[in-house]
């Protein structure tokens, strides 16, 4: 939850002896151990005097308050957790036996301060021989076996009744909430537990493959260790040795892992919730994960004839096997002939999308990028596509009214497609098609109060122009899915990246970006990015205007840039649509003032 910096803090302020006490007795209530401790004649207290605290937003969009003494954040609340109140590792190291504690290897603590959830391979039994007995949801301390002192928090993605310790059994058994050395321990004096601990990641591949996790380095027998790694040393030559593939070949290959996705994972009954989807998505989410295995199973579009996914699906719509539309500068593909020949006799077969390693390894191929690359490569370079859906919600008595006649919820959210389905519906059901023109809709009393603006007077619109009507009446939200995350509902339609090309100080030209943060991208990273790429200096600074608590950043390129910074936008995903591009240093036409 703190692998990134929250995206919010508001100012720190003391709170009241009687709100400190009420949260002292909050705690309490959660933890009757430290109350029977800090009550005893003698004891600290459990929050000291002055305690401050502060509301925050995680990077995840998850609230809570933090508390903060001596310059030490030691508790926090959280929205959605079953047990709100949280002890941050400053606080477990000053009481280490305030929650159940889980046991682990050090390789895997490591894996844990990088963000990752604790496994159930990396779990070992404690000195009883047992897990504690805990339920979904119930907060919990991981530290290294034989350690004292928690190194992390984290909540149980399922009770520990249902977890077999080294049977072979995997999934998440604790959800991370925080960790030694992740930033909300950064936001303290960053002091280290009380005795000093190793977390060296030697030997933690097995966590990587969610494999064999659990047996301790030292354990294990050198034929164990050696067969551990033989993966790393053979799957890779394995891979440089896979034979080239001409383009006719990944051309055939393509294509046939097109056929797969639309029959066997889209499927006729399902492409009504599906489509239309986007060119990009299509490929990565359908097309990649539909390559056969072994031969054809590095086939990227990149060594096709077309070399590009628009001029792949160009080629398709051209042999009539399904249809292409440019929306908002887009391709989206909206309709498939379910008919064609080329589903005749289709089956099956094995495909990398099946097999995890067959995954990862499609990944390391496609990128055309070795383990360094990959390791030195920002996040959102190498999660893939950025998905921003546009959905509308009714708003207005006269398209309520419209929604209420065509037996459609008021309250639920819709995409454009949809409402297009509905009108087309309503018009069908109510018998309104134009018998002089089959294009043109009569528009009965309902229709005329959704779409006609006020003195207006109209009597037959195309279905086109009352789809625009009423999408311009309704109230506009976003569904933005960033990689790796769960898709998120934003308010009002999506904003672009303004990439702004001008010149200043009479013949210095400049390029601009702003609001990359809208699509969780990291400026500093942009940034040294950028250096490299463009050969040029690229810095960032807070836009004037905006908050000083959640500044807007302004990054600032020297010279014409904006090829490059489009091309580094695009390669992290953002969708060319909503990329707005202003060259003011371009030369007005003849005429032009």
């Given at each position: 939850m703190?692998?990134?910096p929250p995206s919010t803090v508001k100012s720190f302020s003391p709170l009241r002896s009687s709100d400190r006490r009420r949260f002292q007795n909050e705690a309490y209530d959660a933890f009757p151990y430290l109350k029977e401790k800090c009550t005893q004649e003698g004891a600290s207290p459990l929050m000291p005097d002055p305690l401050q605290s502060a509301k925050f937003r995680t990077h995840i969009n998850e609230n809570g308050v933090l508390y903060v003494a001596d310059g030490k954040p030691l508790w926090m609340k959280l929205?959605?957790?079953k047990q709100p109140v949280v002890p941050t590792v400053y606080t477990l190291w000053q009481h280490p036996d305030a929650l159940p504690v889980l046991y682990t290897w050090s390789p895997v603590i490591h894996r844990l301060t990088e963000g990752a959830d604790l496994m159930i391979p990396g779990l070992v039994l404690g000195p009883e021989g047992k897990l504690p007995d805990?339920?979904?949801?119930?907060?919990v301390a991981i530290t290294i076996k034989g350690y004292p002192y928690p190194l992390a928090v984290g909540t149980m993605a399922l009770p520990t009744s249902e977890i077999r310790v080294r049977s072979g059994m995997k999934g998440k058994a604790v959800h991370l909430v925080h960790v030694y050395r992740d930033y909300l321990w950064a936001m303290g004096d960053?002091?280290?537990?009380?005795e000093a601990v190793d977390i060296s990641d030697d030997a933690d591949d097995e966590y990587i493959d969610d494999e064999g996790e659990g047996a301790p380095p030292g354990d294990k027998a050198d034929t164990d260790t050696t067969a551990s790694k033989e993966p790393v040393s053979v799957e890779k030559p394995v891979e440089e040795q896979m034979p080239q593939l001409s383009a006719n070949e990944v051309d055939d290959i393509l294509q046939t892992a097109l056929l797969q996705a639309l029959k066997f994972k889209i499927t006729t009954e399902g492409a009504q919730s599906v489509l239309p989807i986007s060119a990009s998505a299509l490929y990565s989410n359908y097309v990649l994960p539909n390559r056969p295995r072994g031969r054809g199973s590095n086939a990227d579009i990149k060594g096709s004839s077309w070399k590009k996914v628009q001029k792949f699906l160009k080629a398709m719509e051209k042999s009539k096997l399904l249809k292409v539309k440019?929306?908002?500068?887009?391709?989206?593909v909206t309709s498939v002939n379910w008919m064609h020949e080329s589903f005749q006799g289709l089956d099956s077969y094995k495909t990398v999308g099946t097999s995890a390693p067959a995954q990862q390894q499609n990944g390391a191929t496609t990128g055309n990028t070795n383990n360094a690359e990959k390791q030195k490569a920002s996040p959102s370079s190498s999660q893939g596509q950025i998905e921003v859906q546009d959905v509308y919600k009714p708003l207005g008595n006269g398209v309520i009214t419209l929604f209420e006649a065509a037996k459609q919820s008021k309250d639920d959210l819709y995409t454009p497609a949809d409402i297009r389905k509905i009108v087309m519906d309503y018009v069908k059901e109510h018998n309104l098609p134009s018998p002089r023109n089959q294009r043109m809709v009569m528009l009965d009393p309902v229709l005329q109060d959704a779409c006609l603006k006020k003195k207006e007077i109209k009597d037959e619109f195309t279905r086109e122009v009352i789809v625009e009507r009423l999408l311009d009446k309704m109230q506009p939200f976003h569904?933005?899915?960033?990689?790796g995350k769960e898709p998120e509902l934003r308010k009002g339609a999506p904003a672009p990246i303004q990439v702004t090309q001008e010149v200043r100080q009479g013949r210095k030209?400049?390029?601009k970006m702003v609001g990359v943060e809208r699509f969780d991208l990291d400026v500093a990273d942009l940034c040294k990015e950028l250096t490299k790429l463009c050969a040029s200096s690229a810095t960032h600074n807070p836009l004037a205007g905006t908050s000083p608590k959640n500044p807007i950043q302004e990054i600032m390129v020297q010279g014409p840039q904006i090829k490059h910074v489009s091309t580094l936008l695009l390669n992290k995903g953002v969708p060319k649509r909503l990329i707005a591009i202003d060259d003011k240093t371009a030369k007005k036409g003849k005429g032009k003032k």
């Open positions: 703190f692998k990134k929205e959605n957790l805990l339920d979904t949801g119930d907060l960053k002091s280290d537990p009380p440019e929306q908002r500068g887009e391709m989206m569904i933005i899915t960033l990689p030209t400049i390029t």
